[in-house]
């Protein structure tokens, strides 16, 4: 067993693939002396499970000294949109198994996308089926992520979006076989 210092050790070759699905061309981040001269870029992740919001915040920080996450419960984000997205160029939401356009997750997202300049929004879901496709193309949301997808993916597709480009689910109906 090992922890995250022995993995970030070795996050130089470290070489994440494009997610299934992704479009467009990632950029890079802005001038900074945080990360070699650029800085990181800054994602806020909203989950509502402390400890999972945490792990996933950590662990991409630590493999990717390029992206920076911050995480967020809900209704914290929620209390003070303005402020919870200020300095963010990514905000990831992490659904599990919720419907995009029910109950809280709903609410959120919408508000999320509604008027008003703000970063781009992504959804990472563990079951992104056409139901939650559907409802991120009406939100204009610029990403749908997998549970499943491995970290190097995750990390590759916030670099991304963060770049202008839409990561959708893999049409693969067996995400095991890969």
Same mark, same amino acid.
């Given at each position: 067993?090992?922890?995250?210092?022995?993995?970030?050790? &070795?996050?130089?070759?470290?070489?994440?693939?494009?997610?299934?699905?992704?479009?467009?061309?990632?950029?890079?981040?802005?001038? $900074?002396?945080?990360?070699?001269?650029?800085?990181?870029?800054?994602?806020?992740?909203?989950?509502?499970?402390?400890?999972?919001?945490?792990?996933?915040?950590?662990?991409?920080?630590?493999?990717?000294?390029?992206?920076?996450?911050?995480?967020?419960?809900?209704?914290?984000?929620?209390?003070?949109?303005?402020?919870?997205?200020?300095?963010?160029?990514?905000?990831?939401?992490?659904?599990?198994?919720?419907?995009?356009?029910?109950?809280?997750?709903?609410?959120?997202?919408?508000?999320?996308?509604?008027?008003?300049?703000?970063?781009?929004?992504?959804?990472?879901? $563990?079951?992104?089926?056409?139901?939650?496709?559907?409802?991120?193309?009406?939100?204009?949301?610029?990403?749908?992520?997998?549970?499943?997808?491995?970290?190097?993916?995750?990390?590759?597709?916030?670099?991304? &979006?963060?770049?202008?480009?839409?990561?959708?689910? $893999?049409?693969?109906?067996?995400?095991?076989?890969?």
């Amino acid at each position: 067993m090992f922890g995250l210092d022995a993995l970030a050790g &070795i996050r130089r070759d470290f070489m994440p693939r494009a997610p299934a699905g992704a479009r467009g061309g990632a950029r890079p981040p802005r001038s $900074d002396a945080r990360t070699g001269g650029r800085a990181p870029i800054a994602v806020l992740l909203i989950d509502d499970r402390a400890l999972f919001g945490e792990s996933l915040a950590a662990a991409i920080t630590a493999f990717a000294p390029d992206v920076a996450v911050s995480h967020q419960r809900s209704t914290t984000a929620l209390a003070d949109l303005p402020a919870a997205l200020r300095g963010a160029d990514v905000v990831l939401v992490s659904i599990g198994r919720a419907d995009p356009a029910k109950g809280g997750v709903g609410h959120l997202l919408d508000a999320l996308s509604g008027g008003g300049p703000h970063p781009p929004v992504a959804v990472l879901a $563990d079951r992104p089926g056409a139901a939650v496709a559907a409802a991120a193309a009406r939100l204009g949301l610029r990403g749908v992520l997998s549970g499943r997808m491995p970290l190097a993916e995750v990390i590759a597709a916030l670099r991304l &979006i963060h770049g202008g480009g839409t990561v959708s689910p $893999d049409p693969d109906p067996d995400p095991d076989s890969r």
